[in-house]
């Protein structure tokens, strides 16, 4: 336990959603995050109600997320439902009284994103924090402390990746008309760390493109398996993005950041291990296959970060992850990536 949690009551948290990550954030905070205690879950499945009550330890389990709401004995709702649904749960979240954590994104649509600052404005004594989990990974975060020390000058251009496996059982071609399409569901997190590592500049031009090259079932919803993009910021910097759903080694989520003294990679070579088989064919080593295996200690810092936060109250109430506005411009860039995708124009925001 750290400083900000030892001798606090731990946080009574309410998990929203047990699908496929969200098995693994209640998981998460049943087991490996000491300041929380996971008193309640809520799913309309009761396939994964079922799963709770196995493979949890006896939370409250609700199938309407209002009864979970009404709840006093939870603090704070942890959201992992699908996108559509974030800012209208976050919302009634606040009104309830509850701090809130909702995985990425905020909302597809900006309107919604502006909505749900709004509200929140309204309750500053509630935390309210979106789902960047790359902000904790270490790598990442080392990177971030080596440019604010200045080791690379002054940063001014970010490559960034989000590729994930081939899935040939087309789980994304199916979740495709409702997951905003490959930059506001892949690219997303890679605008998130652009703006994070240059200093959160406002993006002022857009461009992006994109192909299909193994999976013709995303065309019927404009979507692409592999696009590209360029986003200026104010002050002269700039991100390069690529996402992709083909990759036949596995997750590869990577960066570069570049800056006037020097430049930073971050998680290249995305190792399974630190075996290295040497063969025949050269040397090589596995890779982490899905986003899960990449970002599992991401997700538990995320996690442990967001209760002391909570935690620490007011003075030292300071959000280490991304706030509602930050998810906003992530939303903002993506919209107009996707916008750009369909026009085949420049977008200036
Ligand atoms: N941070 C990341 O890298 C990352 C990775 C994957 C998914 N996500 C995000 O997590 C969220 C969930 O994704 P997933 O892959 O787990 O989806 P999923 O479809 O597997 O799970 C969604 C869950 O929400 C539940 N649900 C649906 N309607 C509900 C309602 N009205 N009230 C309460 N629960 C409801 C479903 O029963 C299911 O348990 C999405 O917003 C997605 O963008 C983030």
Redesign the pocket.
Known sequence: MNTATAGARRLRVGV?????????HAENLAYRVPGAELVAA????EE?RAWAREALPEPRLY???AD?LADREVDAVW?????S??AQ?IVDALRAGKHVF????LSLDLAECERVLAEAARYPQLQATI????RFDPSYKDGFDKIAAGTIGRPFLVRSQTTDKNDTDG?FVR?AAT?GGIFL?CTV?DIDVARWLLGKPRATRVFAAGAVALHEGLREFGDVDNGVAICEFEGGKLAMFYASRTQAHGNDTHSEVIGTAGALGIGHNPRANRVEIYDAAGIRNECTPS??DR?EEA?LHEARAFVASVQGGAESNVQAGATLADALEATRIGNALRESLQSGQAVTL
């Open positions: 929203v959603g047990l699908g496929r990550l969200g098995k693994r809520c799913s309309p499945l994964e199938d309407d997320y979970l959201l992992v439902t699908p996108s649904l974030h749960q909702c995985e990425k994104p789902g960047f989990m790359r789980f979740f997951s569901d997190h986003f899960f970002f997700f």
